[in-house]
């Protein structure tokens, strides 16, 4: 069975603060995927960013940065500087052929940042 | 040009309706997907089909049926409608299994 757990509620920043989305996952499968969505408060659902199993090099986009840690089964998401308009729900997500390749989502994070 | 596109946007029924959501993709993907987001936010899969046969079909009533025509199109039917079944459904699709899924802009379905 897969799990995503994304602890974080709710967070309230203010403009030009950074902050860290913690996601810790589990499964039993060796090879598997990562995905982290974000969910305005217009509702469509935007893909972010997806890494396999195999690759655990960190990811830098701009002011989006991504840290993938095998050993503590985790997938931070950090926005650095960040600005009103990262307000959102941000989702973690697990896929892996136990589960037919289908997103497994955390129950998200909500993100508000403040001018 | 919209890639993942779903029909109608809000639904509002009343409860021993049946209605259909009709999700159409223009990307050229092999996989598409169902999933319901209840008033929580939760996101869970209902369904998912490759090249036009189901893959997926988790724990869902069996008054949910969907329908692949082709390749481009993944449509959602509800029979006999309930309180229960209001929410906001959204179809995806995806190269392959393994690849990141697009999606489409939500229906929200309210039954009254």
């Known amino acids: 069975a897969q799990k995503v757990t994304q602890a974080q509620t709710e967070i309230s920043v203010v403009e030009k603060e950074d902050v860290t989305l913690d996601c810790v996952y589990e499964?039993?499968?060796?090879?598997?995927?990562l995905f982290w969505y974000k969910q305005p408060p217009s509702g469509e659902l935007v893909f972010l960013i997806r890494r396999n199993s195999f690759d655990e090099q960190n990811e830098i986009s701009g002011r989006y940065s991504w840290n993938f840690q095998k050993s503590t089964s985790s997938f931070n998401f950090t926005i650095t500087a960040s600005q009103v308009v990262d307000s959102a729900v941000y989702f973690c997500a697990l896929s892996a052929l136990n589960s037919g390749y289908a997103l497994n989502f955390g129950k998200g994070t909500s993100l508000l940042v403040t001018p | 040009d919209t890639a993942v596109s779903q029909t109608p946007k809000y639904l509002v029924t009343q409860m021993g309706n049946d209605k259909s959501i009709k999700c159409e993709q223009n990307?050229?993907?092999?996989?598409m997907y169902w999933y319901k987001q209840d008033s929580k936010k939760f996101l869970k899969i209902m369904f998912s089909?490759?090249?036009?046969?189901?893959?997926i079909n988790e724990t869902v009533p069996n008054r949910f049926s969907p329908k692949s025509p082709d390749k481009a199109h993944l449509n959602l039917h509800i029979n006999s409608l309930e309180l229960g079944d209001s929410a906001v459904y959204f179809c995806a699709s995806s190269r392959t299994e393994t690849n990141e899924q697009f999606f489409g802009p939500g229906t929200r379905l309210t039954v009254l």
């Open positions: 089909y490759n090249n036009k046969e189901l893959i």
């Open positions: 499964t039993r499968d060796t090879t598997y995927y």
């Open positions: 990307l050229g993907h092999d996989t």
